[in-house]
């Protein structure tokens, strides 16, 4: 659960600050890398478990053999799609991840990705949740990221750094912490999206998970 003792002005201000902070410190963040909203998606769920230079080497050569489209890549034999994924690791678990991605895409919008933005967030996300392989973190980054859906990502960084900074309990949940922001902050793809990039950064350069740099970090003063 939230911490009790943030009030819903209270807890808006404070993440607007926290916003307006890293903005301010770190710049525009461009996120997220990826030439097509399709290639954003496969991006998301190869991204898994790795980090995003091995995920590069991955789409690079489905690029190689112009597969990064919808239509391409379901008919792809899943062990060709297995070998050119393989920089990104796990890369038989996520052939078949992607494989259910695209046989979700043939049923849902016959592998018409931009269908998919019709629909309606509190409609689409539980459909995405229902593929297997895609989780939280996944389905809200291609809703965000390559649909330009007003849905909040939060991950393992986002956790670590708001927990420090004593707004959330340690073991909050993924919904509860989307919650957290979501609850008190507007509907706006661009904040949702500059706002995360900006947590990963903060939390790659400052917040280590082991041996942070508090004391060098733009939000230094915000720590009781």
Known sequence: MVMPDLGIMNRQTILLNIFSTLSSALGPSHWWPGETPFEVAIGAILTQNTNWQNVEKAIFNLKQENLLKPEKLYSLPEQHLTQLIRPAG?????????????????????????????????????????VNGIGPETADSILLYALNKPTFVVDAYTRRMFNRHGLVVEDITYEELRSFFMDVLPPDVQLYNEFHALIVRTAKKWCLKKKPLCSDCPLAHFLA
């Open 90 to 130: 796990y890369y038989r678990i996520k052939a078949k991840r992607l494989k259910n991605f695209l046989n979700f895409l043939y049923y849902e919008c016959d592998l018409n990705f931009d269908l998919l933005k019709k629909q309606k967030l509190q409609e689409l996300r539980p459909k995405l949740l229902q």
